[in-house]
T-cell receptor, first 115, second 115 residues
Framework: DQQVKQNSPSLSVQEGRISILNCDYTNSMFDYFLWYKKYPAEGPTFLISISSIKDKNEDGRFTVFLNKSAKHLSLHIVPSQPGDSAVYFC??????????????FGSGTQLTVLP | DSGVTQTPKHLITATGQRVTLRCSPRSGDLSVYWYQQSLDQGLQFLIQ???????AKGNILERFSAQQFPDLHSELNLSSLELGDSALYFC??????????????FGPGTRLTVL
C-alpha cells in the first residue's frame, strides 16, 4: 500500500518556465512533508518542507503548496533551470508513539529542464 | 556535501556472505536512519537510532541488524545475503529524535551488489 504517490514518473519543461511536481498521500496522520532532489550516484538532497499547519512555504525559486483536504502537495520551481534536472522525491512523516519521524517516500519524478 | 559520510561507496559480494555498512552522522545529530533503495522500489525506511537506542523499525529483514555507537556512528549489518539484497543503502541523520519537525540529511549511499 503506497502511502505517498507521485503519479508522474517524468516531466519535461523549458528553461525559464515553471515546473510543477505533484504528490498525493493517503495517511491522514502525516503532518510534515518534504521534497528532496536526487542526482545519480548521490544521496537525496533536502530542498524544502512544510508542516500541516501551513498551506504554503517558499524558499527562493521553490514553493511547496499543501492541500490537506485533498491530501495533495505540489512543488513549484520558478524559473526552472537546466541544473534542476534531477529526480524529485516527495516524503512525508508522522510522529509514531514515542519515536521519531521516519520518512515515507514517493517513487520520484524525473524532471528534465530543456535549454 | 550533507556532512553525512558513508563507507564503503561500493561493495560487491557473494550470496550467503555478511557485510557491514558504516555511517557517520552530521556533527551534533543524534538520530541516524537507514534506508534501502532497490531498482523496483523507492526509498524504504529500515531502522532508526537515537543517541544509541533503537527508536523505530520499518521494513527491515531479520537478517539485517544495526547499531549506533557512543560516538554516534552507526553500522548496518547484512547477513546471509541474497541476490535481492542488491540495492543502494542510504544513511540519514537529523538533530531531533522525536516530536519536532526536522529534515533528514542523507549520505552519498553504499551500492551493494550481491552476485
Amino acid at each position: 500500500d503506497q502511502q505517498v504517490k507521485q503519479n508522474s514518473p517524468s516531466l519535461s519543461v523549458q528553461e525559464g518556465r515553471i515546473s510543477i511536481l505533484n504528490c498525493d498521500y493517503t495517511n491522514s496522520m502525516f503532518d510534515y512533508f518534504l521534497w528532496y532532489k536526487k542526482y545519480p550516484a548521490e544521496g537525496p538532497t533536502f530542498l524544502i518542507s512544510i508542516s500541516s499547519i501551513k498551506d504554503k512555504n517558499e524558499d527562493g525559486r521553490f514553493t511547496v503548496f499543501l492541500n490537506k483536504s485533498a491530501k495533495h502537495l505540489s512543488l513549484h520551481i520558478v524559473p526552472s533551470q537546466p541544473g534542476d534536472s534531477a529526480v524529485y522525491f516527495c516524503a512525508a512523516s508522522a510522529t509514531s508513539s514515542g519515536s521519531a519521524r521516519q520518512l515515507t517516500f514517493g517513487s520520484g519524478t524525473q524532471l528534465t529542464v530543456l535549454p | 556535501d550533507s556532512g553525512v559520510t558513508q563507507t564503503p561507496k561500493h561493495l560487491i559480494t557473494a550470496t550467503g556472505q555478511r557485510v557491514t555498512l558504516r555511517c557517520s552522522p552530521r556533527s551534533g545529530d543524534l538520530s541516524v536512519y537507514w534506508y534501502q533503495q532497490s531498482l523496483d522500489q523507492g526509498l524504504q525506511f529500515l531502522i532508526q537510532y537515537y543517541n544509541g537506542e533503537e527508536r523505530a523499525k520499518g521494513n527491515i529483514l531479520e537478517r539485517f541488524s544495526a547499531q549506533q555507537f557512543p560516538d554516534l556512528h552507526s553500522e548496518l549489518n547484512l547477513s546471509s545475503l541474497e541476490l535481492g539484497d542488491s540495492a543502494l543503502y542510504f544513511c540519514a541523520s537529523s538533530v531531533l529524535g522525536q516530536g519536532g519537525y526536522n529534515e533528514q540529511f542523507f549520505g552519498p549511499g553504499t551500492r551493494l551488489t550481491v552476485l
